[in-house]
Every structure is written in structure tokens, then in C-alpha cells.
């Protein structure tokens, strides 16, 4: 033991190093199971059963033949649009 330091410097080191340790230990050890829990959550969060699947591919584009007076509609609603600005 040095000569210059007192019984409870030593001890408070001690405590400090010992806290410190504990200190450690239980951050590891939380940042690891926050990291299993991330994995465990995206992976149930892929297969959800509840939820429809996504297409992989776009829907069918339906098209519409216009009547003569349904293209004569939209060309005067056109120029009302463009004339307003």
C-alpha cells in the first residue's frame, strides 16, 4: 500500500473501479439484447399473416372508349382551364 494515500482513497478507487465494471458489464449486455430484440421484431414483422401480400407487379390498366360528346365535353373543359390562367 502507498504511503501517501490514505485507507479511503484506496477504498473509494476500489468502489469507483468496481462500480465502473459493473457499469460495463450491464451495458454489453443491454446493447446485446436490444440487438437479439431488433432481430426478433424485423423477423416477425416479414411474415405477418394478418396482412395481404403486395403485388409484385402493377394492376390491370382498364381504358374506356370516350362517346363523341364526352371528347367534345373534355376539349371545352380543357380550353376553360387553360383559358383561366
Not at 459493473?22 to 451495458?27: E, M, T
Not at 360528346?69 to 387553360?82: D, H, N, P, T
Request: a positive charge.
Amino acid at each position: 500500500m502507498p504511503e501517501h494515500v490514505s485507507l479511503d482513497q484506496l477504498l473509494a478507487m476500489t468502489l469507483l473501479v468496481l462500480v465502473t465494471l459493473a457499469w460495463s458489464v450491464c451495458l454489453v449486455f443491454m446493447l446485446r439484447r436490444g440487438r437479439f430484440e431488433a432481430t426478433a421484431r424485423r423477423a416477425a414483422a416479414r411474415s405477418l399473416p394478418a396482412l395481404p401480400h403486395q403485388r409484385r407487379e402493377a394492376p390491370h390498366l382498364e381504358t374506356v372508349e370516350l362517346t363523341t360528346a364526352e371528347k367534345v365535353a373534355f376539349a371545352g373543359l380543357v380550353r376553360q382551364l387553360v383559358g383561366g390562367r
